[in-house]
């Protein structure tokens, strides 16, 4: 079992930035892919950055690249989404998720999930 704890999300301007933690808890951290995924109104979820177990290998969405910078602190168990330059269609409901088997970037591949931290960018 893998528990999930998102926060940091809140209230930007465009052009602003926030910082979105997820604290993990429950298996050796390092093990394990982890992954962001954001999901607005009506739309479905989709894929936006992950990070292998090691934190050497990183992808992210085509609509974030540049923007946004996925990491994690073995130390603290936590991996950390810099989102810079927001935009307000990156408004959404953000998860974190755990990949036990490698980086998932399709949301039906990751194992577990946290309850989702709310980022709203205003124009």
């Known amino acids: 079992q893998v528990q999930l704890v998102e926060s940091g999300g809140g209230l930007a301007q465009a052009g602003g930035s926030l910082r979105l933690s997820c604290a993990a808890s429950?298996?050796?951290?390092?093990?394990?892919?982890m992954g962001w995924f954001r999901q607005a109104p009506t739309k479905e979820r989709e894929f936006v950055s992950a990070?292998?177990?090691?934190?050497?290998?990183?992808y992210y969405a085509d609509s974030v690249k540049g923007r946004f910078t996925i990491s994690r602190d073995s130390a603290k168990n936590t991996v950390y989404l810099q989102m810079n330059s927001l935009k307000p269609e990156d408004t959404a409901v953000y998860y974190c998720?755990?990949?036990?088997?490698?980086?998932?970037?399709?949301?039906?591949?990751?194992?577990?999930w946290g309850k989702g931290t709310l980022v709203t960018v205003s124009s």
């Open positions: 998720a755990a990949d036990l088997l490698g980086v998932g970037t399709d949301p039906n591949d990751l194992d577990y």
């Open positions: 429950g298996r050796t951290f390092s093990s394990y892919g």
């Open positions: 990070i292998s177990g090691t934190g050497r290998i990183t």
